[in-house]
């Protein structure tokens, strides 16, 4: 169906209704007449009412409180009544309850707590009661936990007035006695042969407190209604006048509602679907530019100027005729008179959704200034994003509850995020815990800074540093800005070094001033000292070198020949020697040559490093073909002891180091796992990245190093000599050699043993590189 024909069935229903609105209007106007007499008579007879009035409101109130007076006293003595069944109940329950009589003292008092127990139980009892069990002399052996002073007291003697209940017990009823110099109900009830007795009480304020409370709040009420009905016959004749006022107001505040809807830019608007006509403020027309007019405004004219791509008026209509809603908040835009289009936003509810005939009021204001706004402010956001994004610093923005609102590819980047991971609205905490952790973070003291401002140092894992300013935004907010402080922090640590060196400088020339200041007396013969002592020093240090030269010369180059011409004469090249002790004694001669050349290598590397005159040659060298050629030159020595070699390392791993170095270190520590590894034992190579650093790891089920030996190992020529290795040959230096090595490198060895479990050794030698060392 078309709108054109929604409109004539439209109008249609409309005719219909309104011929029998007119019926309705004549059924109205004929009850009127036939009432108009009584309403006159009313109308003469209103002055004699409205001086009647103060006369009834004063007969009313005097009925009412004789009423509530009448109602009160009957249910005080209702109440009484009730207090005094539930004390007697309790008391002779009690005592039928009660069968410890006869038992020893202990298990008297025992059965008596347990009948109380019970007894307030039941539900019709409650704190302000008080509930005691008495032998025949009337002592008490057993009361409630809020009276438990009473036990071992005698009844006579707390309770004033209550011979008749100790006498004749149930049968004297509950009575009203004095107890601490207050009134109380009391009841007892004895046991037929009088060996026991059970007491309920309750004291007179406990009884009546929920009646007194009931009197007040009457009276209460009372005075209540009594003010209000002083003011309502205030109010009435004061109303004529306030009438008159109101009317005034009335106009007066119309006429602003009109100057504020005009000048706030929105109009009123009642839209009657029942008859198919709106009507407009005066407002709406100066809005639009039209003449504003009283009359009524059909469906079709306003949805003339409405855009069509904006919304439609029948949609709405039937929506809210349906009853699939009871209310419109829209935007469209709507024709000015001038051509233009301007954007309204109309919101409006129904009166009365149950009524007959559907009635919407509402307002529309113009938001063609916010929507031009809102453009712009979402062009501005754009250009805002484009120049964070081109920006070379890492940019992000949290809101006030510390969700995410902007950021930048660099910040994602500095993080190890993927920009697929955030998400505008995520809260902080989840985004830091998928960072990637820093390997260093310091936060740098900001005095000068505005309030709530806060600067971080941190270490990203591929080894750059960031200088993270954080500061607060003017909503409670924060946005952080990082930048590459890489080159910085270098030259930093180059300074800081120098810094240090000087300072140290400038202190021992301190120190030395001072000293010489203190001994200038001795001078001279400090002089000679010296000169003595280091012409002493000079002449060992050139003997050492002497020595280690000819040593290099003079014990090689023969081992070199008693080694070569063993191994000779154990193969057998020249022809078979006559005996195989022979043979024996040639390989034992090779073997002994071979350590005495390899003690002697030790030696000197170690001499080297101590003189400070071993370089290291660094290289990107891949730490998985060294392990794995490491460990094929000890194969055979593991193989002889049946020793089962694993090596586990990481795929990719390298570091820059001294190739040579690296692989020496290797070889000690897997000759020396292998050395104290008994048979068919069990060595694992481990080497991973950790913290940018290469830790490599050798661990075996040896026979261990006793804790108090851990000290001194890695010291030049240092064993460990106990049951299980002092068989084992060696000069003590591998471990050194390792450990000075390593150091070389800015790194360290680490060495944890249990005696008769194993020996664990740890290398961490960083992976980036370092500044050069030499041994000192």
Known sequence: MGKADALRADDGRIYARAKATSQRAVLTGAARSLAHPAYQRLLAAEPILRRSIPTLIIVFLIVVAAARTLSLMNAQDEVERGAKTILALAAADIIQSYDGSALPEGERQQNADTT?????????????????????????????????????????????????????????????????????????????????????????????????????????????????????????????????????????????????????????????????????????????????????????????????????????????????????????????????????????????????????????????????????????????????????????????????????????????????????????????????????????????????????????????????????????????????????????????????????????????????????????????KYMRETERAEAANRAKSEFLANMSHELRTPLNAIIGFSELMANGFFGPLGSERYVEYARDINSSGSYLLGVINDILDMSKIEAGHFTVDREEIDLGPLITEAVRVVALQAQQKSITVETKISDSISLHADKRAVKQIALNLLSNAIKFTGQGGRISVRARNVAGAMMLTIEDNGCGIPRDALKKLGRPFEQVQNQLSKNHTGSGLGLAISRSLAELHGGTLKIRSVEGSGTVVSVRIPAQRQPLMRAA
């Open 116 to 528: 109380l127990n019970y007894a307030r139980s039941l539900g019709a009892l409650n704190m302000r009661h008080v509930l005691a069990v008495t032998d025949a002399s009337f002592n008490v052996i057993a009361a409630s936990p809020e009276q438990s002073g009473l036990v071992g007291r005698s009844l006579e003697q707390v309770i004033v007035g209550g011979q008749p209940l100790f006498l004749f017990g149930e049968r004297a009823g509950v009575l009203p006695v004095t107890v601490r110099g207050a009134r109380w109900y009391a009841a007892v009830s004895l046991m037929p042969d009088r060996s026991a007795a059970a007491v309920a009480m309750v004291s007179e304020d406990a009884v009546f407190a929920e009646w007194r409370k009931s009197v007040s709040l009457n009276v209460t009420l009372y005075v209540l209604t009594a003010g209000v009905m002083i003011i309502i016959l205030y109010a009435y004749f004061g109303q004529a006048s306030r009438a008159r006022v109101a009317d005034r107001i009335y106009l007066e505040a119309h006429q602003r509602i009109d100057l504020a809807l005009v000048r706030g830019r929105c109009g009123l608007w009642d839209w009657d679907l029942h008859r198919g006509r709106m009507y407009w403020s005066r407002s709406m027309y100066d809005m639009l530019g039209y003449e504003a007019f009283d009359t009524m405004l059909s469906f079709g004219e306003v949805a003339q100027i409405i855009h069509p791509d904006d919304g439609d008026l029948f949609e709405m209509a039937n929506r809210i005729v349906s009853k699939q809603t009871d209310q419109i908040d829209h935007i469209f835009r709507m024709r000015h008179a001038d051509g233009q289009w301007v954007w309204m936003r109309a919101r409006a509810t129904v009166v009365d959704p149950n009524a007959e005939e559907i009635h919407l009021i509402g307002i529309a204001v113009d938001v063609t200034e916010q929507r031009t706004l809102a453009q712009r402010s979402e062009a501005a956001d754009q250009r805002l994003r484009t120049a964070i994004e081109s920006i070379s610093e890492s940019f992000v923005l949290w809101d006030a509850k510390g969700r995410l609102v902007m950021w930048n590819s660099k910040f994602a980047q500095d993080t190890g995020l993927n920009m697929q991971d955030l998400a505008e609205g995520m809260e902080r905490r989840a985004v830091e815990e998928r960072m990637t952790k820093f390997v260093s973070e310091r936060r740098l003291a900001n005095p000068n800074g505005p309030h709530g401002a806060a600067t971080y140092e941190r270490q990203v894992a591929d080894g750059r540093w960031l200088q993270v300013n954080e500061l607060k935004t003017r909503d409670g907010g924060t946005v952080s800005v990082g930048s590459d402080i890489t080159q910085l922090k270098q030259h930093q640590e180059r300074l800081t070094e120098s810094e240090r060196r000087q300072m140290a400088t400038i202190h021992d020339l301190s120190l030395a001033r001072r000293a010489e200041e203190e001994r200038v007396v001795e001078l001279a013969d400090l002089n000679r």
